[in-house]
């Protein structure tokens, strides 16, 4: 089993659905992140939490919301959806010690 | 705000060539560097780290790492059809510990 899951792994919404990405790691680290990425633009950090009561927004924070239910679990939702929200979505997970991120095996999101 | 820079390609050299990609990096207090590879759809996973000025190899692939000038590469000797990916630069830049990416180099070799 992957140390990192994402799920859905696919999801076509339609402009103005909310739409929950949900996450778990089994590594046990305190650090869990969401990114997006888009072609031509790399990966953009859109949240990121350090334990279960510290999470901060990252680059691009607006028209989402996170939530850390445990250590494990952190799940990105879009209120709204709008197409421009359309991109792959990684979850990602630190070392602490080495500094590698682990990532999910992605959440392709297109909003019609 | 801190940037990585990576030329995006694409790069196109022949199988058993050596394939060279280069990053720049904006802040010179950076101490971790990172070498991701992702296939197409696929997630970014781990090549190679490098903390120390200098090479480091590990098969095929050897990272540099030159902090006076700002700069870390990846060469791919020997280089395979199934080498063909986008390769990510990634450094934490001082006071974060939250990585910075660059936009990728899209790697081709052709058989």
């Known amino acids: 089993d992957a140390d990192v899951t994402q799920t859905p792994r696919n999801r076509i919404t339609k402009t103005g659905k909310r739409i929950m990405l949900e996450c778990s790691q089994t590594?046990?680290?305190?650090?869990m992140y969401w990114y997006r990425q888009d072609p031509g633009l790399g990966l953009r950090l859109i949240y990121y939490?350090?334990?279960?009561?510290?999470?901060n927004k990252g680059e691009i924070s607006d028209g989402y919301s996170v939530s850390r239910q445990a250590q494990a679990k952190f799940s990105l939702s879009l209120e709204s959806a709008i197409p421009n929200q359309t991109a792959l979505y990684f979850c990602?997970?630190?070392?602490?010690?080495?500094?590698?991120?682990?990532f999910g095996e992605g959440s392709r999101l297109t909003v019609l | 705000q801190k940037e990585v820079e990576q030329n995006s390609g694409p790069l196109s050299v022949p199988e058993g060539a050596i394939a060279s990609l280069n990053c720049t990096y904006s802040d010179r207090g950076s101490q971790s560097f990172f070498w991701y590879r992702q296939y197409s759809g696929k997630s970014p996973e781990l090549i190679m780290f490098i903390y120390s000025n200098g090479d480091k190899e590990d098969g095929r692939f050897t990272a540099q790492l030159n902090k006076a000038s700002q700069y870390v590469s990846l060469l791919i000797r020997d280089s395979q059809p199934s080498d063909s990916a986008t390769y990510l630069c990634a450094v934490n830049p001082s006071g974060s510990e939250k990585l910075v990416f660059g936009k990728g180099t899209k790697l081709t070799v052709n058989p």
């Open positions: 939490s350090f334990d279960v009561k510290d999470i």
């Open positions: 990602a997970t630190p070392d602490r010690n080495t500094g590698e991120l682990f």
């Open positions: 590594k046990g680290h305190d650090r």
